[in-house]
């Protein structure tokens, strides 16, 4: 039970992300969460009336099925990309005392994929690459940063972030860019497991889910062929977001010695050829 507990959940785009059922998990075993989207902050500037149209109806539609799916929450405007953002976010959570127990990364992004196609890697520009190991990847040093500067992550804390097959492996459903700032975020969630395990008592782990088509994101990507094949390649068939939220709560719990792992959550996908 996560009684007494509150988490921080980024990466909810709408009511189907796996961040959402990761929230509505914790919640239902009696903790509490914040959970943040992308909108229009005092951080933003030099942008475009589109730009602020863009922003202002994303945190919007945030806050709609935020509320529709767990109620009245904490919300929070949280742009990765912004290193004042990330800063006053931080220190407006301790200026409120609040004192996390954890928090679930689950933000990505990357522009080289457009209507389901994939741009070949040699021809993705450095500004596309850099962006998209920004948001996947090092926002999550930034962020562990920023927490505990402030001294918001609590000592004991867990960390877990959404990763996926393609950060090991060429799929069937092919990724390039993102796969290798998955792989980053793979290799950035051991690196803090051993430096915050010894400074501070945190745990930090990652989670490869099955192909999942239910989120804006996996609509950018997939195609129902493909998660087909994924759930007759996988030995107990694909997983549901439901299995993920069971895997990350109980990675949350207090006191649990596990850390450094890239755990799979896929119906054994990850085993087959």
Request: neutral net charge.
């Amino acid at each position: 039970m996560l009684t007494n507990t509150t988490f921080l959940i980024t990466g909810i785009a709408d009511k189907q992300s796996l961040a959402m059922y990761v929230a509505k998990e914790i919640i239902k075993q009696g903790g509490s969460v914040i959970c943040t989207g992308l909108g229009l902050s005092s951080h933003h500037s030099n942008l475009s009336e589109k730009a602020k149209g863009f922003l202002t109806k994303n945190f919007e539609d945030f806050k709609k099925s935020v509320f529709d799916e767990l109620g009245d929450v904490s919300l929070e405007i949280l742009d990765v990309t912004l290193e004042e953002n990330m800063d006053s976010f931080a220190r407006n959570l301790s200026k409120k005392n609040i004192q996390l127990n954890g928090f679930l990364h689950a933000i990505a992004m990357d522009k080289t994929i457009r209507n389901k196609k994939v741009k070949p890697l040699l021809e993705v520009t450095k500004e596309e690459f850099c962006d998209t190991m920004d948001v996947s990847a090092y926002s999550l040093i930034r962020l562990s940063h920023y927490l505990l500067k402030y001294n918001v992550l609590q000592t004991g804390a867990s960390i877990c972030s959404l990763s996926y097959i393609a950060a090991a492996k060429v799929t069937f459903h092919p990724y390039r860019n993102i796969s290798i700032a998955k792989a980053a975020l793979e290799r950035i969630t051991i690196e803090l497991a051993d430096e915050l395990g010894r400074s501070d008592n945190i745990r930090v782990n990652a989670l490869r889910f099955s192909p999942y088509m239910g989120s804006k994101a996996g609509n950018a990507t997939l195609n129902e062929e493909d998660v087909q094949i994924s759930d007759k390649m996988s030995p107990l068939r694909n997983a549901k977001p439901q299995d993920l939220a069971f895997e990350v709560v109980h990675l949350f719990r207090p006191d649990l010695r596990i850390t450094g792992e890239i755990r799979h959550v896929d119906g054994g996908y990850h085993i087959t050829g």
